[in-house]
């Protein structure tokens, strides 16, 4: 993407990845793996619904970061279409990778909604194959990519625990 072009493209391009990958990981497996043959699932009652909240919360920030990628960062959240701008706004300002939190987020609210432990497994295995692709990629090509603007952002910003903006 040029640097003159219109966010509008970013976020047509950003919906498109949203849902194509996210649809997949975030709803297309988690369904499958809940509704298998066999699957364990809890009897948590009306408790239950309580899932709601970390999926609403999952959604909400999903969106927001969608956004901020398309809008501010004039790009995706796609490795093979990064933004053109570093994103630190919004909840980027309070933690470096709030769409994978926000996804974690989503996955336990389906757990706990559909009753399906596996989606706990699922989610554990989402956050361990995210950080290390965080660490040993993501961290490295923004270093690359941005250098200085991004060692600032690094120090100032916590990679996973969200923290007050200083």
Known sequence: ?????????????????????????????????????????????????????????????????????????????????????????????WVRNPMYLSALLLLVGEAMLLEAPVLLGYAAAFFLVTHLFVVLYEEPALQRRFAGSYDRYRQAVPRWLPRRPR
Not at 26 to 39: E, F, H, K, N
Not at 40 to 59: D, S
């Open 1 to 93: 993407m040029t640097g003159g072009e219109r966010p509008s493209g970013a976020i047509v391009r950003t919906a498109l990845f949203a849902i194509l990958f996210m649809g997949s990981v975030l709803v297309y497996v988690p369904y499958i793996l809940a509704s298998g043959p066999g699957t364990a699932h809890w009897t948590l009652g009306p408790w239950r619904y309580l899932g709601l909240l970390p999926l609403a919360a999952g959604i909400a920030g999903l969106g927001r970061c969608l956004r901020d990628f398309a809008v501010v960062g004039r790009g995706t959240p796609a490795p093979f279409d990064p933004p053109q701008q570093l994103v630190a706004t919004g909840l980027y300002r």
